[in-house]
C-alpha cells in the first residue's frame, strides 16, 4: 500500500483539479481526496495512474510512501 507525501500535492497536481484527475483515472473525487489528504491508502496500481497522468518523467516513490 502507499501513502501520499501531502505536501507535494500541489507540484503533482499542477493546473489540473481533483475532479479532472479522478476522472481520467477511473476513481471518485472523494476517494481521490482522501488519499491527497492522508486519510487512506492506495494500492500501487492507483498510485501509478494518479503518478504517470499527472507527471509522466516521474516515479511512485517521487510522491508516495510504501507502507
Known amino acids: 500500500m502507499y501513502?501520499?507525501?501531502a505536501e507535494l500535492k500541489k507540484e503533482l497536481l499542477k493546473n489540473k483539479t481533483t475532479r479532472e484527475v479522478a476522472d481520467k483515472i477511473g476513481i471518485t473525487e472523494?476517494?481521490?481526496s482522501t488519499i491527497f489528504?492522508?486519510?487512506k491508502e492506495c494500492?500501487?496500481?492507483v498510485a501509478f495512474c494518479i503518478v504517470k497522468y499527472l507527471d509522466n518523467e516521474k516515479e511512485i516513490l517521487d510522491y508516495f510512501d510504501r507502507v
Do not use: H, V
Open 30 to 32: 472523494s476517494y481521490l
Open 43 to 45: 494500492s500501487k496500481l
Open 37 to 39: 489528504n492522508r486519510r
Open 3 to 5: 501513502l501520499f507525501k
